[in-house]
């Protein structure tokens, strides 16, 4: 999806409202309800009617009906006139082709003679008579040009005032370039440039880069200055880029960002408890806890920011809420596109479910994307699995991805890594463990060997569902998703079971998920705190993005901005693989300590952080 199809959307479902049966019965496709949406209301009135009838439409015969209809209004001196016009038209057209064409070609040719010229390795004569082909041959594209192009003869001060992104400018540097090579004057006081701009930084008086715009063929010259691939790098660079980050609850996105070499400058929570967790692990960050509708972002505008990320609110789409989108309190979606406009940062990504995909919203999407484009970006929307990255949970995010035109080009998703999957038994046996229940080993053998079928394919190695928070305990469909996959997931333990429980339970015990098990589940780190009680903290570990979601997004983001290539293999590695893991230990608290001075909470949170890198 991108934004050229947003306003599709919101236009299909406006105008095309009372007819959504006739056209689900008729299984029009969307190109039919494209043209459907964006004809005149007769030739709409006429398809729909035939389409009642039992025919089948296409975007091609609703064309020509449109075509038949404007047809019938002419009268036979306008018919006549048109279709004199419609020929010269298409032969104006042909003509103009075969120019393009034409100075295509020869401008190449002299990209090449330009090349070849080098007046240092020549002697006289051989510099002479190249010099002389490259005249004539820039004399013989001028009048083509002129033919294709049309003329463009002012001053060359007054091209460069032009707006860089406008044709007027390139077109008559390309002119002035191909004057000036017909009439000589070329390797002397500028070299093989307009003027001494080029001399400098500055490249875009060069004769190569003027002329190279109107032709299709890559100059020679460009190879020579082409750098050599480097290898991906296995290391972040020094520099830091800079975020604002949106809802950023508990900090799986924050974490996720940091470990890609991200630095934010403010992260807007607001959540009370999610904002001290944030403030306990990480002190030095700025959290600023409110209501982000309240927020004027132009403040960030000046300070360049490079990223903006957003956790939005995903319970509005959630299959599993209500669904009420727009309507719904909670919805921040068009927040988020106002916060891109009024910080016009060099990118942004927007995380949510899938289920904000779904037609209902579709008339919200299009004016959120709408929206972004109108702020001068383009925009990818990518799907990204936790369990590609080690994550061993059924997790599906949605993501969207903007940035201006140029960047956006080098935007590639990140990779994903499937051979990475983990599964409940991995991931939970030492803390399933940790207070004596000898069933533990079992039962996270019985989670590894388990066979799971996904999109009709077969794996072995049960998957936690998606984790949620939230009060009054868990849904009937919800548990027993949750119970086939051995665990009772009504509440929130205190603590890991123990045997006591087990032999109470008999043979049908299923052990219950504390706040850490969560935790781990949506791939934090065990030395990240949480702060709040035990319904608060599951909250903000159901809401969260899992960190190595966040890194490998950032690192993507990161690699368009600055021209890098990354080992995302090496990167996220340590961030996901089980088996590094140090089973049976004990697992650090989960709710923190009363927090003493800044100095005290940076120490002991350092020292939490050091001691999990160190064991895993």
Same mark, same amino acid.
């Given at each position: 999806?991108?934004?050229?199809?947003?306003?599709?959307?919101?236009?299909?479902?406006?105008?095309?409202?009372?007819?959504?049966?006739?056209?689900?019965?008729?299984?029009?496709?969307?190109?039919?309800?494209?043209?459907?949406?964006?004809?005149?209301?007769?030739?709409?009135?006429?398809?729909?009617?035939?389409?009642?009838?039992?025919?089948?439409?296409?975007?091609?015969?609703?064309?020509?009906?449109?075509?038949?209809?404007?047809?019938?209004?002419?009268?036979?001196?306008?018919?006549?006139?048109?279709?004199?016009?419609?020929?010269?038209?298409?032969?104006?057209?042909?003509?103009?082709?075969?120019?393009?064409?034409?100075?295509?070609?020869?401008?190449?040719?002299?990209?090449?003679?330009?090349?070849?010229?080098?007046?240092?390795?020549?002697?006289?004569?051989?510099?002479?008579?190249?010099?002389?082909?490259?005249?004539?041959?820039?004399?013989?594209?001028?009048?083509?040009?002129?033919?294709?192009?049309?003329?463009?003869?002012?001053?060359?001060?007054?091209?460069?005032?032009?707006?860089?992104?406008?044709?007027?400018?390139?077109?008559?540097?390309?002119?002035?370039?191909?004057?000036?090579?017909?009439?000589?004057?070329?390797?002397?006081?500028?070299?093989?440039?307009?003027?001494?701009?080029?001399?400098?930084?500055?490249?875009?008086?060069?004769?190569?880069?003027?002329?190279?715009?109107?032709?299709?063929?890559?100059?020679?010259?460009?190879?020579?200055?082409?750098?050599?691939?480097?290898?991906?790098?296995?290391?972040?660079?020094?520099?830091?880029?800079?975020?604002?980050?949106?809802?950023?609850?508990?900090?799986?996105?924050?974490?996720?960002?940091?470990?890609?070499?991200?630095?934010?400058?403010?992260?807007?929570?607001?959540?009370?408890?999610?904002?001290?967790?944030?403030?306990?692990?990480?002190?030095?960050?700025?959290?600023?806890?409110?209501?982000?509708?309240?927020?004027?972002?132009?403040?960030?505008?000046?300070?360049?920011?490079?990223?903006?990320?957003?956790?939005?609110?995903?319970?509005?789409?959630?299959?599993?809420?209500?669904?009420?989108?727009?309507?719904?309190?909670?919805?921040?979606?068009?927040? %988020? &596109? *106002? =916060?891109?406009? @009024?910080?016009?940062?060099?990118?942004? #990504?927007?995380? +949510?479910?899938?289920?904000?995909?779904? $037609?209902?919203?579709?008339?919200?999407?299009?004016?959120?994307?709408?929206?972004?484009?109108?702020?001068?970006?383009?925009?990818?929307?990518?799907?990204?699995?936790?369990?590609?990255?080690?994550?061993?949970?059924?997790?599906?995010?949605?993501?969207?991805?903007?940035?201006?035109?140029?960047?956006?080009?080098?935007?590639?998703?990140?990779?994903?890594?499937?051979?990475?999957?983990?599964?409940?038994?991995?991931?939970?046996?030492?803390?399933?463990?940790?207070?004596?229940?000898? %069933? &533990? *080993? =079992?039962?996270? @053998?019985?989670?590894?060997?388990?066979? #799971?079928?996904? +999109?009709?394919?077969?794996?072995?190695? $049960?998957?936690?569902?998606?984790?949620?928070?939230?009060?009054?305990?868990?849904?009937?469909?919800?548990?027993?998703?949750?119970?086939?996959?051995?665990?009772?997931?009504?509440?929130?333990?205190?603590?890991?079971?123990?045997?006591?429980?087990?032999?109470?339970?008999?043979?049908?015990?299923?052990?219950?998920?504390?706040?850490?098990?969560?935790?781990?589940?949506?791939?934090?780190?065990?030395?990240?705190?949480?702060?709040?009680?035990?319904?608060?903290?599951?909250?903000?570990? %159901?809401?969260?993005?899992?960190?190595?979601?966040?890194?490998?997004?950032?690192?993507?983001?990161?690699?368009?901005?600055?021209?890098?290539?990354?080992?995302?293999?090496?990167?996220?590695?340590?961030?996901?693989?089980?088996?590094?893991?140090?089973?049976?230990?004990?697992?650090?608290?989960?709710?923190?300590?009363?927090?003493?001075?800044?100095?005290?909470?940076?120490?002991?949170?350092?020292?939490?952080?050091?001691?999990?890198?160190?064991?895993?």
């Amino acid at each position: 999806m991108d934004t050229a199809e947003a306003g599709t959307y919101l236009n299909v479902s406006k105008t095309l409202k009372e007819s959504e049966g006739l056209l689900r019965n008729a299984r029009a496709q969307f190109s039919a309800l494209k043209a459907l949406a964006t004809t005149d209301d007769q030739t709409r009135k006429e398809a729909l009617s035939r389409m009642r009838a039992g025919a089948t439409l296409g975007s091609k015969d609703i064309s020509a009906i449109r075509a038949r209809f404007r047809e019938n209004k002419l009268s036979n001196a306008e018919r006549s006139t048109r279709a004199a016009f419609k020929k010269s038209a298409n032969a104006a057209r042909r003509r103009a082709t075969e120019a393009v064409g034409d100075v295509d070609k020869k401008v190449a040719e002299l990209l090449t003679l330009l090349e070849r010229y080098q007046p240092k390795r020549m002697n006289d004569a051989q510099r002479s008579a190249s010099h002389a082909e490259i005249r004539c041959k820039a004399s013989a594209i001028l009048p083509i040009f002129t033919a294709a192009y049309g003329k463009h003869d002012q001053p060359l001060s007054d091209i460069l005032k032009l707006p860089r992104s406008g044709d007027a400018r390139y077109l008559g540097l390309a002119y002035t370039a191909i004057c000036a090579l017909a009439d000589g004057r070329f390797d002397g006081e500028y070299r093989f440039a307009l003027d001494n701009s080029s001399l400098g930084m500055q490249w875009e008086t060069h004769f190569q880069e003027c002329i190279q715009p109107v032709t299709s063929t890559v100059a020679p010259l460009t190879n020579d200055i082409l750098p050599e691939a480097k290898a991906p790098l296995t290391k972040l660079p020094k520099q830091k880029l800079t975020v604002v980050e949106l809802c950023a609850g508990a900090g799986g996105m924050s974490l996720g960002l940091e470990n890609a070499g991200f630095h934010p400058l403010a992260l807007f929570e607001f959540d009370k408890h999610a904002a001290a967790t944030l403030r306990l692990n990480r002190p030095l960050w700025n959290v600023v806890e409110g209501d982000i509708r309240r927020v004027d972002f132009t403040t960030y505008r000046s300070a360049g920011i490079d990223l903006v990320v957003g956790g939005l609110p995903c319970q509005p789409y959630s299959v599993d809420g209500k669904g009420l989108g727009k309507d719904d309190p909670r919805d921040l979606l068009l927040e %988020g &596109a *106002r =916060a891109v406009r @009024e910080i016009q940062p060099r990118a942004f #990504v927007f995380e +949510n479910v899938a289920g904000l995909l779904n $037609a209902r919203h579709a008339d919200h999407l299009g004016n959120f994307l709408k929206q972004l484009k109108y702020s001068g970006y383009a925009v990818q929307v990518i799907r990204m699995e936790a369990e590609e990255y080690g994550v061993p949970q059924e997790r599906t995010r949605m993501l969207f991805v903007g940035m201006r035109r140029n960047s956006m080009a080098a935007f590639r998703a990140p990779p994903t890594f499937p051979e990475w999957r983990s599964n409940l038994g991995d991931i939970l046996e030492d803390l399933m463990a940790a207070n004596g229940w000898t %069933g &533990a *080993r =079992a039962w996270a @053998e019985a989670r590894r060997n388990q066979l #799971v079928v996904h +999109n009709g394919v077969e794996k072995r190695g $049960a998957l936690a569902s998606t984790i949620v928070g939230r009060k009054g305990g868990s849904r009937e469909k919800e548990a027993a998703r949750w119970a086939a996959k051995g665990i009772d997931i009504a509440t929130v333990a205190d603590a890991a079971p123990t045997q006591e429980q087990a032999d109470k339970a008999a043979t049908g015990f299923l052990p219950q998920l504390t706040l850490r098990m969560r935790a781990r589940l949506q791939g934090f780190p065990d030395w990240w705190d949480f702060v709040g009680g035990r319904d608060s903290s599951a909250r903000q570990v %159901g809401n969260a993005v899992p960190p190595v979601i966040g890194q490998a997004i950032g690192l993507a983001v990161r690699a368009a901005l600055t021209d890098k290539r990354f080992d995302y293999e090496s990167l996220l590695m340590r961030w996901v693989r089980p088996d590094e893991r140090v089973l049976v230990r004990e697992a650090p608290p989960l709710q923190p300590s009363d927090i003493g001075d800044d100095s005290t909470v940076m120490k002991d949170s350092a020292h939490r952080e050091s001691a999990w890198k160190t064991n895993a």
